[in-house]
């Protein structure tokens, strides 16, 4: 379903609505959308209700032409407006990569619409102002080649030493390819510049206002994110990390099954019977 918020048409999807079961959000990354969670729903109905939200520019949901609309502050309010008056909460929340960071924003901007946070391979941010600002120029060149050569980019992007350790199955990887190439070109641009990690602001200094548990998941072939999350683990002040064997920095792709276990662990040890 669609759902208007602050202007914007967010495409939303309740999978299930069982009331015995806690509800948990998914938010997925650059370049995705809902869709790329569909080989988890059946497993993730025994013991939730997720709900998949297609992030501002990318799939069905709209984007906008200034990239300040993607701004963290700006998503963040479209976010807690939308779950907490649509949605039934508290309820977990879970985020990949761009939706990671999102969530990480989010729970501390509105810790009382979660009892649970779930981050893979996510990131608190840049703390130097040098690399945070190389980090901007990187991003706006990206941009630049989303809008000049969106297929060229699509390509670059697969081949990207972060995915090249992936072990999912083909067809999940023709999947999330069929996701990326019907993206919007000029939303995406406006994404990396809005809410690229450059321009995100360095939130490490708040982890441990953090106050529902936080489970990390990170794949063992990850060595850029496990070493930041090894990090987290430390200033979260209830949080749990997992290493995930034969898995690079999608982890839900790599390992479903693992993925799901943690999934299912955290959310029916953090749910009150």
Known sequence: MDIRVRGISYHVDIHQNDKALPSLVLLHGFMGSGNQFEHLIPELTAFCNPITIDLLGHGETEGAELHYRFSTKEQIADLAKLIGEQLKIPLFLYGYSMGARLSLQLALYRPDLFKGLILESGTFGIEGETERQARQALDARRSDDIMGNFQGFLKEWANMP?????????????????????????????????????????????????????QLLIGEKDSKFLHINRQMEKEITNSELAVVKEAGHRVHLDQPETFVSHLKSFIQKNTTP
């Open 162 to 214: 972060l995915f090249s350790s992936s072990s999912a199955e083909p067809e999940l990887i023709e999947k999330i390819d069929e996701i990326q190439k019907n993206q919007d070109p000029f939303w995406l641009a406006n994404s990396l510049q809005g809410f690229g990690t450059g321009t995100m602001p360095c939130v490490r200094d708040r982890l441990g206002e953090l106050p529902m548990p936080v």
